[in-house]
């Protein structure tokens, strides 16, 4: 798949670099730095590609807009705050799978701004209409994903759920979790994202607050089957 970046930070750079790995054409974009997309894009792909140079590889740097054009599936990986910036940045996402990891949380990072009558990826399908959202990848840190991918060959995989309106646009969205090395949750439509994102803070808690450390995914488990 050709995906597009809108946000290289945490979640975007690290994700877009296991797409990479995973053997997808990636375009980096949005940074403050235009160096940090290039070096993204040098360090992301395969190691066979990589020794090709950043012409030959499968991830280059780019704008918004560059980013969008042609992708199959777009991440949104940024703060709330920067929703509309980039989505701006990125012009028409008319037909796209947008995949998006973001939260709406306060400035301060430490409230959710929307819920219980929304959820952020909600608000986000209004901003793009035409547009087929997907809430995925939110609910981990991004410090676990490269264990996550180096694991991935091993039997029982972490969960990770996902939500949204649109059947194909699910399956590419359970596509890309599942190259990352997690086993992909159904969770149901788009509105579940109400439950999703208050859990997420949950397991910042954990990450965060807890005393083993960031590197924290989640299984669920079905008992009776
Ligand atoms: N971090 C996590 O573990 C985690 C986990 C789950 C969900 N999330 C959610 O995922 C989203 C992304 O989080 P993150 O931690 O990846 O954020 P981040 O590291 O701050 O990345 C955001 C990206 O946006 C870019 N950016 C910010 N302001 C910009 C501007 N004015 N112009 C151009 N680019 C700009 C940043 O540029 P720079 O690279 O130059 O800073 C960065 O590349 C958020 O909504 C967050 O709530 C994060």
Redesign the pocket.
Known sequence: MRIGIL????????LGTLFARAGHEVVFS????DQ??KRLAREAPLDSLRSLGTAQGNARAGTPSEAARDADALL????????D??LKQAGDVSGKVIV??????NDA?DTLVVGHTSS?AEEIARKVPGGAVVSA???????VLFGVFEARRKARRPSLVYCGDEARSKEVAAELIRDVGFEPVDAGPLRIARYAEPF?LL??QL?YEGDEG?ELAYRFEWFGK
């Open positions: 946000g290289s930070g945490l979640m975007g750079g690290k949005y940074a403050r730095s940090k997309l949104l990986a940024v703060h709330w705050s920067r929703v910036d980039v998006s990891c973001s939260l709406p949380m990072d952020g990848f939110g609910t981990v840190p991004s410090e997420t397991v910042a990450a960031p």
